[in-house]
């Protein structure tokens, strides 16, 4: 533990050397009377002047290279003679020549500084023997002045407690030898040093010699005390002010001086004369002008530092107009606008208007100029135009007429090139409906007025507004038109019923939309090969169209059915056949040539039955028939021939087809025959069912089955015939059902 605090305290000791030696340097000085330090052989007496104390003492100091030679146990001075301690590092004197300053009681010595040189304190290794001395310091500048420090109080080497710079280095006798004692090791000796402050008036003057006066009067043991001065270690003074000079801009005050203070008497303290007063090495926030700095340095001294911060004028300012272009008797506001620094007055001619922002009404286009200061001399000035614009004329609009429920698209005439056009529905006040050359009105029914004014670029408006007239105009109703049936590849003309005076039609492909085909009352559709359907539109004179397109449809007529013919009585002297009615069809005609001849049916032209009389039993005739239609494509193919044979005196005849539709014609199925004296026939369906049976040739089938009708197709039947002679007669056949 002890060992530790001992190399705690080397450290400590070290770390304080180094500080101080970077404060206090030893000072090399001549006058030294005495040699009163033993360095080596032969003995201490011969390398020595006197005795320190007192003549029963015989005492002197020595090195430690003396102490090896001796052989003393202990101590010893440094062989370097250098001595740290108390905030100081020492020189001693070479000690093989006079190294102390010996000075009893009534004596006054003197060091003379080898180099003149200006400290601001000073700094005595010294003790007193014999007791404690008293003393006067003079000190003498190269200018012949002097300070004097009176009455300095030096403890005895032995047991001082004050200012103690080095201790327990031991002494010897002054004597032969060859035995010597370090007397007072390990706590004694002592030196000492004095601390010598120079006034603020002399620490600049370079220090020429010191003289030391013994004024002891204490004590009964004269000539002692005796003062002993080893060696001096001085705090040089230097000062250096490097002053960096900021100037204050437009923006200030913003100028600032900062002060870089250097030398011996640090730490420095500053007080400036500024409002509040400023008290770092740097002054900020300075205005352009004259400064003094008060510098005070650690030992109170001080010095005065004058500094003029500049002005650097670099206000910039514009000035603005707004609007910068007005009407007549209309009023601007000039603005100025500080773009570098701070100005804060403000002064416009003409007119010897002020601030930073002023109303102005100009009769004509005029240009201000605006000054700008403040209170630091910062000055700039900036102009500014304000142009006066005519009224604009009133636009020109022309009015329109539009159709009901559309809206209307008004166009100024004569636009201006940066005008603002603004539409209302009042002819003053009011809210704008839209703004630009153009206006698109909202969808109308009814007549109605809208209002137009100009304003030019500088916002004078026209001194009225335009009435413009929107006249709305009704729609035609859509036209009535009938179509047409017409045979494929023909033309058909599709024509307006009721076409109106002054009135437009046109013909289109689409109910909306599409390509205009034609225009005019009647429109030609050319080689027609599909139905189709064509559209016609209105358009009154006031351009306005029918809110829908009527649709016209061109038919193309078809070719009818074929009809169907059946063999429906037979008599010995008759045939009759009969067919349904063909749809569509306008009339019928017969043929028994093949086609080489036609006639009119015998139930007359739209007849669907056709008897041939006069005939002779056993005859055999062919018909065919031909539908009609209103144009001559539709005629329709001839029907399938049929054939029918007059009877013989003994046939048997059953028809191949009866159509049992309620139209009272060929509806009932009947065995024909004159020599029949009975008979039994039977009908079959086509799954083999048998459904009708009759044994009385008056007796016909309907074509219903338990009050059923049966539906259309092929029916067999089976019929026993006896004759009136006794012969029977067997027949097979099918029959078709036609409805």
């Not at 449809?553 to 169907?564: G, K």
């Not at 056993?618 to 065919?624: A, F, L, S």
């Not at 048997?652 to 024909?672: A, E, H, K, M, W």
Request: proline fraction near 5%.
């Amino acid at each position: 533990m002890q060992l530790r605090f001992i190399i705690l305290g080397v450290i400590i000791f070290l770390l304080q050397g180094v500080h101080l030696s970077a404060q206090f340097v030893p000072v090399n000085v001549t006058g030294f009377n005495h040699d009163a330090i033993a360095e080596g052989g032969p003995n201490s007496l011969v390398t020595t002047t006197l005795q320190i104390d007192g003549a029963s003492s015989n005492k002197v100091m020595y090195t430690n290279a003396f102490r090896i030679f001796a052989g003393i146990g202990g101590g010893g001075l440094p062989d370097n003679g250098v001595i740290t301690g108390g905030g100081a590092p020492y020189q001693l004197a070479p000690y093989t020549v006079n190294n102390a300053l010996y000075v009893k009681r009534n004596e006054t010595f003197g060091l003379t500084f080898a180099t003149p040189a200006a400290f601001s304190r000073l700094r005595f290794l010294a003790f007193s023997t014999e007791g404690t001395s008293l003393l006067n310091i003079t000190i003498t500048f190269s200018d012949n002045s002097t300070a004097l420090f009176p009455n300095i109080s030096l403890s005895d080497w032995f047991n001082g407690t004050t200012n103690v710079v080095l201790q327990g280095f031991g002494r010897c006798d002054r004597s032969v030898g060859p035995v010597y004692n370090a007397d007072g090791f390990p706590t004694n000796p002592r030196i000492y040093h004095i601390d010598v402050p120079l006034s603020c008036t002399d620490i600049s003057k370079p220090i020429a010699s010191v003289t030391f006066a013994n004024v002891t009067t204490a004590g009964s043991n004269a000539p002692f005390p005796n003062t002993v001065i080893l060696a001096i270690s001085g705090l040089a003074y230097s000062q250096n002010i490097a002053p960096v000079i900021t100037p204050s801009d437009c923006s200030g005050p913003n100028g600032s001086i900062a002060l870089t203070v250097t030398g011996s008497s640090s730490p420095y303290t500053y007080s400036w004369n500024t409002t509040p007063v400023q008290t770092g090495a740097t002054a900020t926030g300075l205005a352009p002008g004259n400064y003094t700095c008060t510098i005070t340095d650690a030992n109170g001294c001080i010095n005065t530092y004058n500094g003029v911060v500049p002005l650097n004028n670099n206000a910039a300012l514009t000035a603005s107009a707004n609007p910068a272009a007005v009407c007549p008797g209309v009023s601007a506001q000039l603005n100025a606008n500080v773009t570098t620094g701070i100005l804060t007055t403000f002064s416009w001619s003409p007119g010897n208007l002020s601030g930073a922002s002023v109303t102005v009404s100009p009769t004509a286009t005029t240009t201000y100029t605006v000054n700008a200061t403040n209170a630091i001399g910062c000055a700039a000035s900036a102009q500014v135009t304000v142009t006066v614009n005519a009224v604009p004329t009133a636009p020109v609009v022309n009015s329109i007429t539009i159709c009901t429920g559309t809206t209307g698209v008004l166009q100024v005439q004569n636009p201006q090139a940066g005008f603002v056009y603004n539409w209302y529905d009042a002819a003053a006040n009011g809210t704008v409906l839209s703004t630009g050359t153009t206006f698109t009105t909202a969808v109308l029914t009814a007549n109605t007025t809208y209002y137009v004014e100009a304003i030019n670029t500088a916002g004078c408006s026209s001194a009225e507004r335009t009435a413009v007239v929107v006249t709305v105009s009704a729609l035609p109703t859509a036209p009535a038109a009938n179509g047409t049936t017409v045979c494929s590849g023909s033309n058909a003309v599709l024509s307006v019923n009721n076409p109106q005076a002054g009135f437009t039609y046109n013909w289109y492909a689409n109910a909306t939309g599409g390509t205009q085909l034609a225009s005019g009352v009647s429109f030609t559709a050319n080689n027609v090969t599909a139905n189709t359907t064509y559209y016609v539109e209105a358009v009154s004179a006031a351009g306005c169209i029918s809110n829908t397109r009527t649709p016209v449809i061109i038919t193309l007529l078809q070719q009818l059915l074929q009809p169907v013919v059946t063999l429906t009585n037979t008599t010995f002297t008759s045939l009759t056949f009969s067919w349904s009615a063909v749809p569509g069809a306008t009339g019928y005609e017969v043929t028994t040539n093949g086609g080489a001849s036609y006639q009119i049916p015998s139930s007359g032209a739209t007849g669907t039955t056709h008897t041939i009389n006069g005939l002779t039993g056993n005859t055999t005739i062919i018909i065919q028939v031909r539908a009609l239609g209103v144009q001559v494509c539709e005629t329709s193919v001839l029907s399938v021939p049929v054939s029918g044979t007059t009877l013989s005196s003994k046939e048997i005849f059953v028809p191949n087809v009866f159509t049992p539709n309620g139209d009272g014609r060929n509806d009932i199925l009947f065995v024909y025959g004159n020599y029949v004296a009975s008979i039994q026939l039977r009908i079959f369906n086509q799954w083999g069912q048998l459904i009708f049976v009759s044994d009385n040739i008056s007796k016909g089938w309907d074509g219903t089955h338990s009050g059923k009708p049966q539906p259309v197709g092929v029916y067999a039947y089976v019929l026993k015939v006896i004759l009136q002679d006794g012969a029977v007669v067997n027949k097979k056949g099918s029959i078709n059902l036609i409805r």
